[in-house]
């Protein structure tokens, strides 16, 4: 059984936020969620200022705090690594929310099909969507997961249902990467089995020093960051990402 | 299939006058049979290659379709330039595509011009027998009337060549706004078409002038490929200095960072020549044998010739002989020739460059001399000058220092900046030198070269962008100057101003500076057909007719897919057919030159397009009758050697040809070298042309900057009073491209609102916080006017105290979603004298003032 895990290169990363961008196309969701963001920072006074770009997707711990708050077990962490999300049983508490010290989790307060960033339900539009919404849907999402066949992947768009970055659980047990890492133009995200010394990530892993986020906080994640440091106090975010003020 | 079928809106249910928004929004009409395809269909599940649409590279993508339905692009593995990954334009073009804020249908206009539009739904019919008749009717009386304006052309044979030259039109481009500037240095110093990028296969320190490296654009090719190759340079040891007022361009990727005070980027090249040369850290053989460093120069600026040929000192005759004769040249001394003194243009420019020591370019640019000091001293010791390298079996000179520069090209002093980072990298031999400076993606001699240099300065009347004219002899065609003079015909030597305007994929009220004078120029055309997916803010305002043209649901191309070491060609195949009633561009030329008449016969559309897409026998297309567009690109294909034809496209997406040979690549390689061309480091023709403009009457704000060696001169924008104490920059943002994609929503989201970057110091001396909305205010130096527009400051450590920047993008009002994500610096932003400069470059830089609003 391969463990999954993910490695981000720092040193490659340029910020672009393509991977923000196929994450949304992949798993189709919402406007406002974000599975993975893309800070971009910047440090110092003028002229010794410094700029640098980290990724975060869900960290998918192995001490997951979210699936230890969870009552109802529909968030759960699975044998491959990957930290599920079920959201026939998610009853909307979000617990796992303020368990999170990562603030992965989206809640979807509003239908999530009329939050495709149009609302596809306008009756208007049912001709362009054709009753599938949005009109990229992919068919995938749908599928349950697992030996568990549990519904994890990215259609958790449920009103009142949390949801958070899958790994792509949909595509990895399809024997594909994650979108993200899929689309990176860089080739900074790289998944796979940490378990495997030969995968690429544990490669990665072995050639450069890594760190991950928050460490002292006993999560163990299993994304791992190399190609810089954690960051110190003094940064700030320059460009976010997100509604429009 | 039948998804055409449904998503077309009917005819008939539209009819009377509707405003542009409520037609744009949703007047789509449901078919049953579309639901019953999709669950007939549903499993099918498809991967169609094509090319993205948005970007400016066009990008590999494998579309994938389900049930005849789009869910998903992804990158194509087998394209070079981007190797199975998209930039987020192209993942997101997907909503563009499904854009419910498309133009759905032909829209003729219902209300008078010039304010905000309201058309209403006509037949392909109608509106295309009307915008032919416009254009056969003008162009029969006045050729000249009819202007044909792109933004970016993605099949340049179709349309550039092809349907420009078949009506007539006169071409208008947008990259006056973009890199002409730097083109037109590069074409004309070493006889390239492109501006400056490096060899990063073998780069080991490069100077990273401007805002590209990271951020959004670059030479020939996007933001995508460039920064794979650097992050893979950087790998390999590639030291990076970035040169530009802001840090974001470079990003993580700066060693170091010279925040250079805006526009004064020549002086900063000039005070590195000077110091290499003070260094002695110049490539002596390679100025003697590959440019006119030895040409001997007289006192009156002009070369000593005989019989048309150029002379040089020759130390082992001791004789002036002619350069073909020369054993051995000499760069520098003073020689008597007949009784008059000449000396090397090296000579000349040793002196010229005197003053301009790092000191002295410490107070232009505001960067420290001790700085530019060890800069020209790390580009003289990286340059390795003397070193060769073993490249396929070549022994090539190795100089892996280069320069990579694009968009900062467009600012008042740009053309001679460029020529000034040129001459930086002649000093060093490195130009198309193995690691070195490149231009082009391989060595491809542009004739620029050549027309460039002999370009002279007419007497009137003139076209309307003033093409060989006393204001802008070497011209960039910029739609501000063709602004000025179709207000102002009389002041330009314009004799009549164009009355029909088709927009193709440009929207020049929101992309072109400055938004006033285009506002007030386009009020003047008597006729205007926007080609567009969107009703673009020009249309808004000023189209006749709107044609609703596909986004990447089209055949077009084609295609280059070179990522500059690996060859490779494509072609945009439609991944489902056009949704609403819309068409693919090439359709829709081939109805309208059908209907003006010049589609048939030996001088005709058919005929251009034989000759622009190279097409062969037994492939030519019959000049007797209008082909499918399909049809042509399978004869494209097939005269390309291409067996299958467009069928190969379809299945493969990608035709690879290789990687380029070194022989082929570098300049350096070719026999003789560069094909013989000579580098001009001292631009003879530009001081004749000057005297060309003075004897014709020019005023000195025109022909100043024609000088033989670059030379600084004060900014015009410095001129302005001393409350306009801060500079304006603008820059593009990796998420969107030019003013076609702001409103797809996930880009959109990305980088939701537009800002004004200001230094924390800046702001504070103001009394302006983080997140205060302010006032930026400009000031033209020539005629005192001023603009200003409100927007959000937001506080940057990676900017200079004195400089305030803003994204370009913003500022659009038809579509929703763009709404309200603020105002373009297009609006604060100059055209004319002063700010449109020496080649008809646009300037991107102005003096502003900035307080709490």
Redesign the interface.
């Given at each position: 059984m391969p463990r999954y895990g993910m490695v981000i290169d720092l040193d490659r990363c340029t910020g672009c936020r393509a991977c923000m961008a196929a994450c949304k196309v992949e798993n189709n969701t919402p406007e406002g969620s974000f599975w993975m963001y893309v800070f971009r920072f910047e440090e110092g006074e003028y002229p010794n200022t410094r700029i640098w770009f980290m990724p975060r997707p869900c960290m998918h711990c192995d001490n997951a705090p979210c699936a230890k708050v969870c009552p109802v077990g529909a968030r759960y962490k699975r044998e491959d690594g990957i930290v599920a999300t079920d959201w026939d049983r998610c009853i909307g508490c979000r617990y796992c929310e303020v368990a999170c010290p990562y603030s992965v989790n989206y809640f979807n307060w509003r239908d999530p099909e009329e939050n495709q960033y149009v609302n596809w339900k306008d009756p208007e539009l049912e001709a362009l969507s054709g009753g599938v919404i949005p009109p990229y849907k992919n068919p995938d999402l749908d599928r349950p997961c697992g030996p568990e066949k549990r519904h994890i992947a990215g259609a958790s768009h449920v009103e009142g249902v949390i949801e958070k970055c899958t790994f792509c659980v949909h595509r990895v047990e399809a024997g594909k990467t994650t979108a993200c890492a899929a689309n990176c133009p860089e080739h900074a995200i790289i998944f796979g089995d940490l378990d495997d010394p030969a995968s690429e990530p544990s490669q990665k892993l072995q050639r450069k020093s890594s760190f991950r986020l928050l460490e002292e906080a006993g999560t163990h994640p299993r994304v791992q960051y190399v190609g810089g440091t954690p960051h110190g106090h003094g940064w700030r975010q320059i460009q976010p990402a997100g509604k429009r003020s | 299939m039948k998804r055409r079928t449904?998503?077309k809106s009917s005819a008939a249910a539209a009819s009377g006058s509707l405003v542009a928004g409520s037609l744009m929004?949703?007047?789509?009409?449901?078919?049953v049979e579309?639901?019953i395809?999709?669950k007939q269909a549903?499993q099918k599940e498809e991967w169609v290659p094509t090319t993205c649409w948005i970007g400016k590279q066009d990008c590999g993508i494998l579309a994938r379709r389900?049930?005849g339905?789009?869910?998903?692009?992804?990158?194509h593995p087998a394209n070079p330039v981007?190797?199975?990954?998209?930039?987020?334009k192209?993942?997101?073009q997907?909503?563009a595509m499904?854009d419910?804020n498309r133009v759905k249908a032909p829209l003729i206009r219902t209300n008078e011009k010039g304010v905000p539009g309201e058309f209403r739904r006509a037949s392909w019919e109608e509106a295309l027998t009307l915008v032919a008749g416009k254009v056969k009717e003008t162009r029969a009386r006045d050729p000249h009337a009819v202007i044909w304006q792109k933004g970016r052309s993605k099949a340049k044979a179709f349309y550039d060549d092809a349907f420009a030259g078949a009506t007539g039109a006169t071409k208008l481009h947008h990259g006056a706004y973009c890199s002409d500037a730097g083109y037109r240095a590069c074409e004309y110093t070493v006889g390239l078409h492109g501006v400056l990028h490096p060899d990063f296969r073998h780069c080991r320190y490069l100077l990273s002038w401007g805002w590209n490296i990271?951020n959004a654009g670059g030479n020939k090719l996007c933001?995508?490929t460039w920064?794979?190759q650097l992050?893979d340079a950087?790998?390999r040891g590639l030291k990076v200095v970035a040169i530009d007022p802001r840090?974001?361009g470079a990003?993580?990727?700066a060693d170091e960072?010279l925040?250079i005070k805006p526009g004064t980027d020549l002086a900063l090249a000039m005070a590195l020549c000077h110091q290499l040369v003070k260094q002695g850290t110049i490539d002596q053989d390679y100025l003697k044998s590959f440019t006119n460093a030895p040409y001997l120069v007289k006192d009156d600026g002009t070369f000593l010739r005989m019989a048309g040929s150029e002379m040089v000192w020759d130390a082992a005759t001791g004789a002036a002989v002619v350069r073909a004769e020369a054993r051995d040249p000499v760069l520098s001394g003073e020689f008597t020739v007949d009784g008059q003194p000449v000396r090397p243009a090296f000579e000349v420019f040793t002196k010229h460059i005197a003053t301009y020591t790092p000191e002295w370019a410490e107070t232009v640019c505001g960067i420290p001399a001790a700085t530019i000091a060890h800069v020209a001293k790390e580009l003289g010791e990286n340059a390795m000058i003397g070193n060769k390298m073993l490249v396929e079996g070549l022994s090539l000179p190795y100089r892996p220092v280069a320069i990579m520069a694009y968009h900062m090209t467009q600012q008042e002093l740009g053309f001679q900046a460029v020529r000034a980072m040129l001459t930086v990298m002649m000093l060093l031999g490195a130009v198309e030198a193995v690691g070195g400076q490149r231009v082009d993606f391989s060595w491809k001699p542009n004739d620029n070269y050549d027309k460039l240099d002999q370009a002279t300065v007419k007497d009137g009347p003139y076209n309307i962008y003033l093409k060989e004219s006393k204001f802008f002899p070497i011209n960039s065609n910029n739609s501000g100057i063709v602004a000025k003079a179709m207000l102002d015909p009389a002041k330009y030597g314009v004799k009549s101003i164009p009355e029909v305007c088709i927009l193709h994929m440009t929207n020049p009220l929101i992309a072109y500076p400055s938004r006033k004078d285009i506002m007030e120029a386009y009020s003047k055309l008597k006729f205007v057909v926007a080609i567009d997916p969107w009703l673009s803010e020009t249309a808004d305002y000023f189209a006749d007719v709107v044609l609703p043209a596909a986004t990447m649901e089209k055949y077009e191309g084609p295609i280059s897919a070179t990522d500059q070491y690996v060859d490779a060609v494509t072609l945009r195949v439609p991944p489902m057919a056009p949704?609403y009633e819309s068409r693919g561009d090439i359709d829709i030329y081939l109805d309208l030159c059908e209907k003006i008449g010049v589609l048939l016969g030996p001088d005709g559309y058919l005929a251009l397009l034989n000759k622009s897409l190279k097409l062969k026998e037994p492939y030519l297309l019959p000049l007797d009758k209008k082909p499918e567009v399909r049809a042509i690109f399978d004869a494209w294909a097939k005269s390309q050697g291409i067996e299958e034809g467009v069928a190969f496209f379809e299945r493969n997406g990608v035709k690879v040809k290789g990687p380029v040979p070194a022989s082929k690549f570098y300049g350096i390689a070719q026999n003789p070298p560069f094909d013989g061309r000579i580098q001009r480091l001292y631009g003879e023709s530009l001081l004749r042309i000057q005297q060309e403009m003075k004897a014709k009457g020019a005023d000195e704000i025109y022909w100043r900057d024609y000088t033989p060696l670059p030379t600084w001169r004060p900014l015009t924008l410095d001129a302005s009073p001393a409350d306009y104490d801060l500079y304006l920059v603008s820059f593009k943002l990796?998420?969107f491209k030019q003013s076609r994609s702001a409103f797809i929503?996930?880009?959109?989201?990305?980088?939701?609102?537009q800002c004004l970057e200001i230094?924390p110091?800046a702001a504070s001396s103001r009394g302006i916080e983080d997140g205060d909305e302010v006032w930026v205010e400009s000031h033209n130096a020539i005629t005192g006017e001023t603009r200003k527009l409100k927007v959000?400051a937001?506080?940057?450590?990676?900017?200079?105290?004195d400089t305030v920047g803003m994204a370009h993008h913003y500022g659009m009002w038809v579509h929703p979603?763009a709404k309200?994500?603020g105002a373009s610096p297009n609006e604060l932003f100059f055209t004319g004298e002063g700010y449109v400069t020496n080649t008809a470059d646009q300037s991107f830089h102005v003096k502003v003032r900035v307080y709490k609003a």
């Open positions: - | 449904f998503l929004a949703g007047c789509l009409e449901t078919i579309a639901t395809d999709e549903a389900v049930g339905r789009v869910v998903k692009l992804e990158g981007n190797h199975g990954t998209l930039c987020p192209g993942i997101a997907i909503m499904y419910t990271t933001y995508l920064p794979r992050v950087r790998e840090l974001r990003g993580r990727f960072w925040p949704l990796i998420e929503p996930i880009l959109n989201e990305l980088a939701p609102d230094n110091k959000v937001s506080y940057r450590e990676s900017i200079r105290p979603r309200g994500m």
